[in-house]
């Protein structure tokens, strides 16, 4: 009978890492663990529980096809060594599902044809996907993972189907999900991870054009039967991790998946969470929801101190002043404000960055610590096609947030545009290895680093 391998691909190690953002990062966990001290970084694999895993599981016990997982995380990032236990677990008419990141692509891409050749059946998904040379694998998703996906693997089993892209619908989708991860296949975490991460809800109503989770359109909350029995799963799976990342795109664009949150936790005392949203979403009922929930940290995306810059695109905003007000409620109502910053961004101009820095410099006292990113054009942003013909290298292993950007920008040379992130790197790291600023009547709390080219980030 016909199943599906469930694969967690290995990542590469990064090669040739900055200097000057590796010292950052040792200092910003310097900071991070002075407030978790029960935060730690896993030595060997991975730094979070591959989530997609848990949903596809769910989504094939809703089918008649049976799964398995093969776990290669800590496997040699070559196809022979990757190829030989997929072909161990499966047989041929199977189907083997990847979820490669731009690491590992060229990777997915040389496994699949092997796998092919062997009678297996491939299917990619993930933000890399679409970049899948035509008859490179034999489907290609793009999409929430939903039971339409579950049906899709239904036909490609039977040897029907072959497309799975499904078309978003815009706005709020009006059936919650009411089903739940399972994470059998994922026990051989439990103890090695410092995190869980949990999502009330999917996608995001926001379409800021460098944004790799813009492409959703719509947002679909999950049910709260469905979000409580999946906290039911992590407690008894995972007893001894209490520090939860809230995965949704932007805390508070649903009242009612916050509403969820707080019911599904209320009896469960000693968790602590850290959460994401838009700066217009940081209003006063929120900050409160955020208190009650035992939020220790906000990330907030700032790509620029340039409103103007920002509106070419897409990230609504009113204004710098209003951004400053936020931060400084957020910090003043004792939770520590972690900023995603990205560089090289195609309208970034010289004045844009150096208002940026200045802003910075300027506020702070509100400012915990920084998640730096150096922007890459990955397929499902909203700017790829237009960035495309820009783009110089597709060499993949080039693809990196640590690295200079791949494409030509609009008003600055690429190697400019990497002499101003460095710059970002400097300021960032004045901030964070300066002493902690006294907050009077507030306890001390903390951040954690959330990288999109990290294998925690991954979906399939």
């Known amino acids: ?115 092919e050749r062997a009678g297996r059946r491939v299917v990619l998904g993930g933000n890399m996907a679409p970049l899948a040379p035509e008859g490179s694998v034999h489907a290609v ?18 040897g029907r189907g072959g497309r799975t892209e499904k078309r978003a619908a815009l706005g709020l989708v009006a059936e919650p999900i009411t089903w739940a991860p399972d994470y059998r296949h994922l026990d051989g975490y439990s103890g ?42 992590l407690a008894d799976r995972f007893p001894d991790t209490r520090l939860v990342y809230v995965g949704d795109k932007t805390f508070g664009q649903s009242r009612e998946a916050v509403r969820n949150l707080l019911e599904v936790f209320r009896d469960r005392p000693g968790y602590k969470f850290i959460v994401q949203t838009h700066v217009l979403q940081v209003k006063e009922w929120v900050i409160e929801a955020m208190l009650e929930l035992g939020v220790v940290a906000v990330e907030l995306g700032f790509e620029s101190a340039d409103s103007q810059m920002l509106k070419r695109l897409g990230k609504l905003s009113r204004g710098l002043d209003d951004y400053t007000e936020r931060i400084h409620a957020l910090s003043d109502a004792g939770l520590k404000v972690v900023l995603n910053m990205m560089g090289g961004l195609d309208e970034e101009t010289e004045e844009s960055h150096a208002q940026t820095v200045r802003w910075l410099e300027a506020n702070r006292r509100a400012l915990w610590l920084f998640n730096l990113y150096n922007f890459v054009p990955y397929p499902l942003t909203p700017d ?3 960035l495309r013909e820009r783009i110089f290298t597709w060499d993949f292993a080039q693809w990196r947030e640590d690295a200079p950007v791949v494409y030509r920008p609009s ?7 990497w002499e101003l992130f460095q710059e970002k790197i400097a300021a960032a790291h004045r901030i964070v290895r300066a002493p902690v600023p006294a907050h009077p009547g507030h306890s001390d709390r903390s951040g954690h680093p959330d990288h999109s080219d990290h294998p925690a980030r991954e979906t399939a």
């Open 411 to 417: 008003h600055l040379t690429p190697e400019r545009s």
């Open 192 to 233: 090695k991870v410092p995190m869980l991460r949990l999502n009330a809800s999917h996608g995001c109503l926001y379409k800021c054009a460098f944004c790799g989770d813009a492409w959703s359109k719509q947002l679909t909350l999950v049910g709260s039967s469905a979000l409580r029995a999946e906290v039911d799963q």
């Open 1 to 115: 009978m016909t199943r599906c391998c469930i694969v967690q691909l290995p990542f590469p190690s990064t090669r040739d890492p900055d200097d000057r953002l590796s010292a950052y990062y040792q200092d910003y966990d310097r900071r991070f663990r002075a407030f978790l001290p029960e935060y730690f970084i896993p030595s060997d694999g991975l730094w979070e529980i591959p989530l997609w895993v848990a949903h596809l599981t769910a989504l094939l016990d809703s089918t008649a096809i049976d799964s398995c997982f093969v776990d290669l995380s800590r496997t040699p990032a070559d196809s022979e060594a990757c190829g030989a236990p997929i072909l161990a677990a499966t047989a041929p008419g199977d189907l083997v599902l990847f979820s490669p990141l731009a690491q590992n692509f060229r990777l997915a891409l040389d496994l699949a044809g092997e796998l």
């Open 141 to 158: 998703h793009r999409g929430q993972l939903d039971t339409g996906f579950a049906a899709v693997l239904v036909e490609l089993a039977s």
């Open 384 to 386: 790829f096609q237009r």
